[in-house]
């Protein structure tokens, strides 16, 4: 009797999203008679149950449901769930802010909001904060994950206000499984080969070891080898007129002239500089006034060829911009070896002893356009300025010329080359076991992540550089194809190659719970749930010696920092079966974050203050017939602010993704310093630092829905949920920066430009307290099982529909942004829908996936914003870009996979990625990185791709 409620229990845990088929197997629940079943934890919940039929909506992938996917990493496995938006993509790390990371988010709050954990534990964070690395994360020892998608700050504290993914390992395993896998796409590859094995059965020999290896590699993709991301120059078809748009860098090879000279007026007389309040003559330290000085710009390749810019150049302005993206490696090169080793030991009947460790070492390659030099001094008496600078000046400026400068791209010396080699540990030990019928689990879990980030070369060393280019013994205002296998040695000899910098994130945490039953009522048993944690932090920044000694070309030294805190938490859950098919769940948590310290730089003082929070959440689950099952919770949430967003110092963070014209912008609103804008559209220095200020984030969400599950398979749920945020901590996007300059004039900053010593402009992107943001949408599935005479068709179906996602404009009280549907502010997209449907057809020893992916369609970004649009036929003719914007079409996917089974023991797989070939969508959206023409963080840059995979057991 007891085996078929169990049985009961679990298939409609299995609609209603406490659970899957392969997430609890037989030996999950262990009956023992008919009078004891295992009780089991979930994910959401600190209280160990029999009953698995709850409020909460989780998802349960599990490992054959993975292989059914046929993807090769964690990272890739999040990014086929329609919940999943706004994560961070292995794209991103070609010039954007990838850093060689790769996260998860939830509802498309961002992945600092989303706690991912390893076995119901956290793991060591890559940003100071909660945002874990996916890439940490070996796919080969996974056994299951499982995705909550409501909010849970009152169990888990900070960090899972958008929910958690839980990644429970391997474990009980007493053969050895073989696997080895190889991709083809065009152009590239990537393989794989693991091995797991364990040894000992704990339900009779009282204990189990288990050991798995693994090892990945993935080969680069360039953006020659895809004629959607070959060029930054684009033609295209708007209102019946064709255009061209072109987003390059003045940064040019050949190389761009920069000629200063002083205005006379009308006259012929010198202008000098005034005073604007006063009116009278600014003057230098020798005390002579100050001349108004101009810049004649211009490409001296193109001036000697009729006014023509290079074939790998198009015009900007009166100089030539460098088309880098045909430079590019789209796709970065990876590899990653990981180990996972757990044991587990029964110490009586009751007391278990377990410990585990998993240690990954990955690197991410990515190589970018070749370095932009900036503006530098050449010598005026110099061969390569008498040759062609000079000559093609007019008479105005030759005469009261005072320096020439230069704009070169150091093609011949390589793409810029950074490895980012992250080696990551995470080691747990414990006691679990049962006192009298309470379940107890006591843990200590130490973790540590360390990246190094060495540049391998392009990145010229300034003396040897600055030798070799003033010297006139390589000619920057020559075509590159004209340089001699010499010359560009001699440039290649001068990159520099080393470590530049290394980030170190630690943690020590320490907790326990404690659950089990406190009363029965007529309508079932009360469950009571209790525990505590403590966490000690530590994030530090230390420079490569290249680095401090500012040895690489106009580079400064940033400033080293190492960042602690300590926090603590409590929390109690209690279950209350109100009528015998109405449970109520509540859960209450208090958490204290300590002050930041830097040992570094404030004499081991806080930084800023500890900040405490208590959150809670109450849900409750409503049963009117066996088949449907109602749902809805309520809760409060927090998240104190990373380490960094509070301590970091000001620090160099590369250059804006976008180039922007400054005069224009900045002229608009008469900003103070558009003095030091650039002639030029051009990309701008960025600085990033900490906010002591920071207020903690706080929201409230709730939820509601419904899951009908039938005796036949079919399945069908429809949850709607809420998220409201306040004091919500965002870094400024570049374009909300320089398109709203009046807003943010503070963050409007000046620095010197080592290569000429000018005064230049550069933006801040500190974190704000942006103040609120809304998110609301649904998620549904359809589940439909058909037994076929040749087989059985199983069919998924499920989606996210985002119904609001919006956020408050910084300094106003009633004025919403968003990127709903459409490239917004912060430079991303909200899709409106995501669906995937997953089809899996069974007969005999053979089963066949087709997998379909799709999301919505969403409106462009402004042409003008990352491109100077000119009509196709005549590149002189220039346009409002700003006037023109497309619309993305809906981007849909196909994947198919033929599993054949061989014995009991042996398994073989063939499978084809995005089956029909498709070609990511045109964008003008030039933000995610280097990459123009797509966005890789919505589309696969792959294209089809062919992969073969076996597996053995024995």
Known sequence: MLNQKVSKAVRLAIAFGAASTAAFSANTFAAEGDEQVERIEVTGSAIKRTDLEGALPIDVISAADIAKTGVTSVPDLIATLPSMQGFTTAGESVGGGGGGIQTASLRNIGAEYTLVLLNGRRMPSADSGGTINLNNIPLAAVKRVEILKDGASALYGSDAIAGVVNFILKDDVQDTTV?????????????????????????????????????????????????????????????????????????????????????????????????????????DADGNKKNVTATHSFNPYATKNGGTCHETSAPSGTACQFDYTSTLQIQPETERTSFFLS????????????????????????????????????????????????????????????????????????????????????????????????????????????????????????????????????????????????????????????LWETTDTSMLAVEGKLSGAIADLDAGTVYLGVGFDYRQSEYSLTNGKGQNDEIVLFESAGTEFDLDRDGYGAFAEIIVPVLENLEVTGSLRYDNIGGVTDSLRTGNTNVSDDVNDTTYKISASYRPTDELLLRASYGTGFKAPTMRQIGAPRLEFGVTATAYDCNALLGATNHPLKQFCNPEKIQYDVYREGNANLSPEESEQYSVGFVWAGDSGTSFGVDYWNIEMTNQVRRLEPNQIWFDSATYADKFVTKIDNGTGDTVLAIIRSAQNVGKSNTSGIDWHFDLTNELSFGTLKTSIQGTYLIEDESLKVGTTDEWDTSLGQVGPDEQVAFRNIISVNNTLTHGDFTHSLNIRSRSGYRDAAVGVAFRVSEADDVTKTVDGNLIQKQVPVYTLFDYRLGYAYGDNANFTFGIKNLFDKEPPLTFNGSAGHQVGYDPRYADAYGRTFYVQADYTF
């Not at 009779?204 to 991301?229: H, P």
């Not at 860098?249 to 205005?263: D, F, L, W």
């Not at 690197?363 to 503006?375: H, K, M, V, W």
């Open 343 to 498: 044991g587990v030991a029964e110490i009586n009947d009751t007391t278990e002893a377990y410990s585990s460790l998993s240690y990954t070492d990955f690197s991410l390659t990515s190589r970018i356009a070749p370095y932009p030099t900036g503006t530098f001094t050449l010598p005026t008496d110099s061969s390569v300025v008498q040759a062609n600078v000079i000559p093609h000046l007019p008479a105005n400026v030759l005469a009261d010329m005072t320096r020439v400068a230069a704009r070169w791209r150091t093609l011949p010396g390589g793409n810029r080359t950074d490895e980012r080699n992250t080696k990551t540990s995470h080691f747990v030990a414990g006691l679990r076991g049962e006192i009298n019928e309470w379940s107890y689990d006591v843990a200590v879990t130490a973790g540590d992540s360390k990246q190094e980030n060495t540049r391998i070369t392009g990145y010229p060393l300034t003396e040897p550089f600055m030798a070799l280019v003033t010297s006139g013994a390589v000619d920057i205002f020559d075509a590159p194809e004209n340089l001699s296998d010499e010359q560009r040695k001699m440039v290649a000899d001068t990159m520099f190659s080393g």
């Open 179 to 283: 696997s080895a896998r190889f991709d083809k796409p065009k152009d590239t590859s990537s393989s794989s080969i693991s091995l797991t094995t364990g040894f000992g059965d704990l339900s009779s020999d009282g204990f189990n070891i288990l050991a798995s290896v693994s090892y990945e590699e993935q080969d680069n993709l360039q953006s020659i080898d895809r004629d959607f991301a070959k060029t930054g120059f684009i033609n295209f078809e708007h209102g019946g007129q064709n255009y061209l748009a072109a987003a390059g860098s003045v940064n040019a090879i050949p190389g761009n002239a920069y000629v200063t000279y002083n205005t006379r007026d009308a006259d012929g007389n010198f202008v000098y500089q005034k005073d604007a309040d006063t009116g009278e003559f600014l003057l």
